[in-house]
């Protein structure tokens, strides 16, 4: 790492590093604005004291970024084409890049003062897509050029969702446990000091953990792909491939590469008169001009091969050449999504999905060093800040404070969801699942709710992705003039 930042100019290094505080301060920002979503039931519930459940909230966030890989963090660098960040100047990249990173900032602290558990992802996405979208507008380009709109209806969707499952499904859980736990004191607000009995109290501890983790995980992979994204755009001879990838996964997207030519030759007239009837859309065009349409991803395919057929290793590819076999794998891999679904026919079974994970193995990736300084910012700032807005989930969702039970369902709920979301890579809100679900809790035991407090959290999920879009372009619009 630091071999590489000391072969950068000064200029280009200062503004690197620059951005980078920036992302790591969001992160950070994350931390402190989201701890409320796994201690506030362990502290109401009086299940650890408040010191010892932040400090090991933040244990646990550390190593949940550490483990939990890189699938949301490429579904958040995928949102916006990264080509746009090196098809201009160093200096409207940069400009784009601080856009999107001060708004995201910018919006969860000011939700954080005022205690409101708004959506870290909903503002970080939000606020991508704006930068995306106020570049294509600046461009002259249409709207959806500056965005991956696939990939961004697949995540909104994913965002949307999570909050009912987590409200339905903890007032669920919640009522299998009245059923199943018959000691009334476990759906009674906690009196006192005394902790819950020893079964619920290490349920509320684990799952707490287990939440801790999960959102590690899920928010520190943003984390990481908005570190990438900065990397890719300002050093793409470097970021752009990752160039410790083995050299049998280089044969293997040499061979993926051929087995897509020889899918996109065999199955020409059926894709074309797919094309006519309507069945598939127009593939979108590269920010490099290299369109993405079967005869664009037949040339990007052989491009592949002809470049790796002079190559044992990606570190072997001079920088310059990196960025465009980085262009057509991605090129090619949006033909083959597009396609895919198609019958095989002459070509026998072809398994699709599992090809294009192989072309994009070299894509997708991030350093050691990128995880570890994630893992630090996220878990350093999980110990401080948590106060606010534990408050509002402790106290302010239900007429009656939490009970030991109402506290494990919501945590369950959470940690499960937010789990599964990681393994199908898809950025949820921690925020929203654990608060819908301990308002579900409180449906669920007929306790009533506070609905002025929901009310306020329902308005900052719905308005925090059109607000941050709005502030992403507005920042960028202005940066961009200071380019």
Known sequence: MFEIFSSVDNHTLLLLVVSLGIALTFEFVNGFHDTANAVATVIYT?????????????????????LGGIAVAYAIVHLLPVDLLVSVNTNLGLAMVFSLLVSAILWNFGTWYLGLPASSSHTLIGSILGVGVANAVREGLPAGAGVNWHKAFEVGLSLFISPVIGFVLAGGLLLVLQRMLKNPALHQPPVGDAPPPPGMRAALIVSGLGVSLAHGSNDGQKGVGLVMLILIGILPGVYALDVDTPAAEI??????????????????????????????????????????DVRGAVA????????????DSIAAVPPAERWNLRTDILCLDDAARIMEGLPDGSTGQLNIGELRRTLRRPTEYAPDWVIMAVSLALGIGTMVGWKRIVVTIGEKIGKT?????QGASAQIVAMVTIGLADGLGLPVSTTHVLSSGVAGTMAAHKSGLQMRTLRSIAMAWVFTLPAAMLLGAGLFFLFSRLA
């Not at 400090?55 to 949940?64: A, M, Q, T």
């Not at 897509?260 to 979108?284: C, N, S, V, W």
């Not at 404070?401 to 039970?405: D, E, F, K, V």
């Open 251 to 292: 044969a293997a997207v040499r061979q993926a590469a051929a087995r897509f030519t020889d899918y996109f030759d065999a199955h020409r007239l059926e894709i074309e008169k797919a094309y006519r009837a309507g069945d598939i859309q127009e593939m979108p065009q590269k920010a490099s001009a290299v369109s993405c």
């Open 401 to 405: 404070r939490l009970s030991y039970a």
């Open 46 to 66: 009086k299940s650890l004291s408040a010191r010892t459940a932040v400090v090991l909230s933040g244990i646990c966030n550390f190593f949940g970024v550490s």
């Open 300 to 311: 990007a395919s052989e491009a592949i091969q002809q470049r790796l057929a002079l190559y």
